[in-house]
Structures are given as structure tokens and as C-alpha cells.
């Protein structure tokens, strides 16, 4: 039997884990940001990156680490033109709760659609 990822039963069971649930965690963050506008750049670099810590002897219901990255670089290609490029990544440890798990949408992916 092979292992899927969206077995009901266990969707279920994560599922079921919002009753009472809670994470305590502590992270760390860095944040890096030379764009000439921060809503339309035109050029420049921004780079954010944190990790969280989530442990059960913190008060946590579950231990797990999360991880992000977000790397975007604008430059200016014509006089009219520019191009921007972003990169995201986004992981998480073995025991993370429904609630917890990467998505792709938020207020900084697929902006524009």
C-alpha cells in the first residue's frame, strides 16, 4: 500500500485537532530590503527569511519547526519594462498540525491574479 498524503482518514484526524489545539512557539527573522518602492519596485532586492521553533515544553501541542524564504529581485529591462522574479519556499517538520501547513496562497503569492 502506498503512503498518500490526503488519506481521509488521516485528514480527519488533523482535521479534528483544531478542537483545543494550540502552538506556542519562539522564532528568529531576518529581513533585507533594497527596492526603490515597496509596493511597484522598480528595482532592488528583498529577502525575508524566519524560522519558528514549536516545542511541547514551551506549552505547545506539538513539536515542529517551520521554515521560510522569500527571495524577489526587480530590474528595469526597457524604459517601459520591468521585470521582477520571486522565489519562495516554505517547509515544515514531521509533526505539524493541519492548521500549520504550507500553502500557496497568501496577501504575497500569485499577487495579480
Not at 18 to 45: C, M, P, Q
Amino acid at each position: 500500500m502506498t503512503y498518500c498524503p490526503l488519506d481521509a482518514d488521516k485528514l480527519a484526524l488533523q482535521v479534528s485537532e483544531k478542537k483545543g489545539e494550540h502552538t506556542v512557539g519562539f522564532g528568529i527573522g531576518l529581513l533585507y530590503d533594497s527596492r526603490d518602492f515597496a509596493l511597484n519596485a522598480t528595482r532592488g532586492w528583498y529577502f525575508s527569511g524566519n524560522m519558528l521553533f514549536n516545542q511541547k515544553c514551551w506549552g505547545s501541542n506539538f513539536n515542529y519547526t517551520q521554515m521560510a524564504l522569500d527571495f524577489r529581485h526587480f530590474r528595469r529591462i526597457a524604459a517601459s519594462s520591468i521585470l521582477g522574479v520571486q522565489f519562495i519556499f516554505q517547509t515544515n517538520t514531521v509533526n505539524v498540525p493541519f492548521w500549520q501547513t504550507a500553502s500557496l496562497d497568501s496577501r504575497s503569492i500569485l499577487r495579480g491574479l
